[in-house]
């Protein structure tokens, strides 16, 4: 998340603005330290820590929350008062943020060019009131954030109008994109009960509401003013036609505001394509099952036929059942499709990251073959297969070498050892940790006397099942190995 903040929400914000989060941030993580110390992580004076401490609390103050203020400042150190749980302070976080980005001229700007695309500055200079030359700054300063993000848009200016230009899927999504991360929609409950989604019928989609009701206002805005999806093709509109059939109600088709049934009918389908893309909690595992089989059906289509190519090479090496392989090709089929039509590679950190994890590596790596070998047309291949392979790695089953071997030994209280498997059981999957009685073939050791074990094993004292250490530093051991064996 730091990245994408970094790259993504914390641009259209103004210095200050971004300081205030960063402090916010420190004195969470920090809970309680020196004025000097907190000076030194933001990189600023000891007095303009101060007036910065004093900034933030007058914005938190236009909250309204109940109480006052969440630091007390006194002595030369600063600490979180007591009695605020993770929650509150998400709770706050959220609220400065959208405060941040609600005043942000960056961000007011780029949410006006998104909406109204195409204008005269001299209306930007009326509806936003900002002066005609403070307008030309933001604008530059809005170019300059497109070109460091490289992203497929951009904005032109030819003397007193400004338009917004790309593709319209581009644009959409990077809408959607911008709305999502400065609202922080995914943490706020209260809004996300209290919007009613388009359509009405989608009840057991209401812990979504808000993003879906983001994500056709988008769709509504760009309809109504003449700007449709046009570039999607025969072999796109098939695929999303199996979302369609899958989900469609009549009342959604028929807000569409354009006349054109040919029209009507790419809007449909490339919102659906974006609900599965952009808010994935939505779709069930059975819906991927589901939508798998349907996709499976599609001959000669290349984003199938590679997908396919993937689901055989990954069944044939991992052992996988039916049910995970129609997952695996629908998780392949949306993001291929979306990589190589809208993906913005700078904007997703995973995607410039080599993980340390062998199995997403050793997934990696068998996906550049089939990219290579069916010459397979996609941007930048290195990113492609890394993306691909951290969201297909999840669906494979842990293999026989990477579960964690348990071994218990109770001298004094033998009846505990069912008890701490038990607990164990309840706390980490069992494809994970296995028990066996074969001490010299354990990865861990647990027992209440000291046992022979070699370096290779870790040794977990256990004497007292009413002994919460106990239980934590067990826990702690099988955490570890467990993150060991998967690397």
């Not at 209260?190 to 812990?207: A, C, M, P, S």
């Not at 074969?438 to 022979?452: E, H, Q, R």
Request: net charge neutral.
């Amino acid at each position: 998340m730091e990245y994408i903040m970094d790259t993504f929400s914390s641009r259209y914000l103004t210095k200050k603005q971004n300081e205030m989060l960063k402090l916010f941030t420190v004195l969470v993580t920090e809970k309680y330290l020196s004025l000097n110390k907190l000076s030194e992580r933001l990189n600023l004076t000891m007095y303009q820590t101060k007036i910065l401490l004093l900034e933030l609390e007058e914005n938190f103050e236009q909250l309204n929350f109940t109480f006052s203020s969440f630091f007390l400042l006194e002595k030369g150190t600063i600490g979180l008062i007591e009695g605020f749980n993770q929650e509150l302070l998400l709770q706050v976080f959220v609220n400065l943020k959208k405060k941040f980005f609600n005043e942000s001229p960056y961000f007011q700007l780029l949410l006006y060019l998104l909406k109204h695309r195409k204008t005269r500055v001299v209306d930007i200079s009326e509806k936003l009131m900002f002066s005609k030359s403070y307008s030309y700054k933001l604008i530059n300063r809005l170019k300059d954030i497109f070109h460091y993000q490289k992203i497929p848009i951009t904005i032109n200016s030819n003397f007193e109008s400004i338009s917004l230009e790309g593709n319209e899927m581009s644009i959409r999504t990077y809408h959607y994109l911008v709305q999502i991360m400065a609202y922080n929609i995914f943490a706020d409950s209260q809004t996300r009960v209290n919007i009613d989604l388009v359509g009405g019928h989608y009840e057991r989609l209401k812990t979504t509401k808000a993003k879906h009701d983001i994500l056709f206002s988008i769709l509504e805005n760009a309809v109504s003013r003449g700007y449709i999806i046009q570039d999607l093709d025969k072999t796109a509109i098939e695929l999303f036609a199996d979302m369609k059939e899958l989900y469609e109600e009549d009342s959604l088709t028929k807000l569409i505001p354009t006349r054109n049934m040919e029209d009507r009918e790419k809007e449909v389908a490339f919102f659906y394509f974006c609900r599965q893309l952009l808010i994935p909690e939505t779709t069930s595992r059975q819906d991927k099952i589901v939508l798998g089989k349907k996709f499976k059906e599609h001959r000669h289509n290349e984003i199938v036929d590679f997908s396919m190519n993937v689901v055989e090479t990954l069944s044939e090496k991992y052992k996988i059942n039916s049910d995970v392989e129609h997952v695996i090709l629908y998780e392949s089929v949306i993001n291929s499709w979306a990589y190589k039509n809208i993906y913005f590679e700078n904007l997703k950190g995973v995607a410039n990251q080599n993980s340390p994890n062998s199995r997403i590596h050793e997934v990696k790596q068998l996906l550049l073959e089939i990219v290579k070998n069916r010459n397979f047309q996609v941007g930048d291949r290195q990113i492609f297969a890394n993306k691909l392979a951290h969201i297909l790695s999840y669906y494979l089953p842990i293999q026989n070498n990477e579960r964690v071997t348990i071994a218990i030994s109770m001298l004094h209280h033998p009846e505990y050892v069912p008890v701490i498997q038990s607990k164990l059981l309840t706390i980490f999957n069992k494809k994970i940790i296995h028990f066996t009685s074969d001490f010299t073939d354990a990865d861990i050791l647990v027992s209440d006397g000291i046992l022979f074990h070699d370096e290779s094993q870790d040794f977990a004292f256990f004497r007292d099942i009413h002994n919460k250490d106990h239980w934590d530093n067990l826990n702690s051991i099988v955490q570890a190995r467990i993150i060991l064996k998967l690397e």
